[in-house]
């Protein structure tokens, strides 16, 4: 009897994304910085699949979310003493009300996706104007965290503590996603993806898994911004309210695949630590060498494998078991 338990076919995976993120741990601090940059875009564009590839809901707002973490949490610790570890879940709770309004507005009158799309990615570029715009108590400015050095505060001595951290982050991320995915949910998700009318026919409420979608990658989302914002000490809206990182969110999900568990993982654990050799090697003489090179590969993956770096292996996979299949059949 085959085994449908979602951990069971992904432990070759897990053991291969373990070995692959702990190696950093016996490197020098350079490499960690990138493995810690690595990391934090993985979880991101896990947090992003949950709406853009599962559900198939192409959302360009996360910048938003970010910033709701890392500025509420920042604000709180900085204005009222609270820990970042209690001010990460306020943000998110902000995140997550905002990701499930903005659903709720887009979605109740049934816009097509690429409405979707260009709904976001006005209210985003609206959210950093009014970030950038509005002082209030120096956000726009830039918040710099005052060094407490503790843990208490959400704030470490080491690189290889915050590497922890992220690290944490992105196994609970990637467990959650995986949940989802093989759950009532992500058939639910999964279905209002493939045709929202179909699915909407044989009984699925479409605006609530949609709002669900939403409100959970907010929170994933907010959450990220939180560590962000502790490991630089420095929060400003051109790094967390930019629409720039959420292009870059996109384009590393789309080359590793969208709608898939570990897509979301393989396109940054790739681009990454690449475009950061690109970026310091040839920065100086070429800057934005790196986002050049990341383009490039989104057309090329686009062309050959439309899917993504995972569903082009899955689609050799079958092919191969089903040439295996034919081979043994034939010599029976």
């Known amino acids: 009897m085959r085994d449908t338990s979602p951990l069971a076919p992904a432990v070759g995976p897990w053991l291969i994304f373990l070995a692959v993120v702990l190696a950093p741990l016996a490197m020098s601090s350079g490499w960690i910085n990138i493995a810690i940059l690595t990391l934090l875009f993985i979880y991101l564009c896990v947090a992003w699949n949950i709406v853009g590839g599962i559900a198939g809901q192409f959302c360009i707002g996360h910048s938003l979310f970010l910033a709701a973490g890392a500025y509420t949490s920042t604000l709180l610790s900085t204005q009222f003493g609270i820990t970042p570890w209690l001010g990460m879940f306020a943000g998110a709770a902000l995140a997550t009300v905002i990701g499930i309004f903005i659903a709720w507005l887009s979605f109740r009158y049934e816009l097509p996706p690429l409405s979707f799309a260009l709904v976001t990615i006005a209210l985003a570029m609206l959210g950093y104007l009014a970030i950038s715009s509005i002082d209030l108590l120096g956000a726009s400015r830039g918040l710099t965290l005052p060094v407490r050095g503790t843990p208490a505060m959400y704030q470490f001595r080491s690189d290889v503590t915050y590497y922890v951290v992220i690290l944490l982050h992105v196994v609970a991320a990637v467990a959650l996603s995986m949940w989802l995915y093989h759950t009532k949910i992500g058939l639910y998700l999964r279905a209002v993806r493939d045709n929202e009318r179909a699915a909407h026919a044989i009984g699925v409420p479409v605006l609530r898994y949609k709002m669900l979608a939403m409100g959970i990658s907010a929170a994933l989302t907010a959450l990220g911004g939180t560590f962000y914002a502790q490991y630089l000490q420095y929060v400003e809206p051109h790094t967390f309210a930019s629409i720039n990182i959420v292009i870059q969110i996109v384009l590393l999900t789309v080359v590793g695949g969208t709608g898939t568990v570990w897509g979301p993982v393989v396109g940054p654990m790739l681009l990454v630590p690449a475009g950061e050799w690109l970026r310091h090697s040839l920065g100086g003489s070429l800057p934005g060498v790196h986002l050049l090179v990341y383009g490039m590969l989104l057309v090329i993956v686009i062309r050959f494998a439309p899917d993504g770096l995972v569903g082009a292996l ?19």
């Open 314 to 332: 899955e689609r050799a996979r079958q092919a191969w078991r089903f040439r295996r299949g034919v081979k043994e059949v034939a010599t029976q």
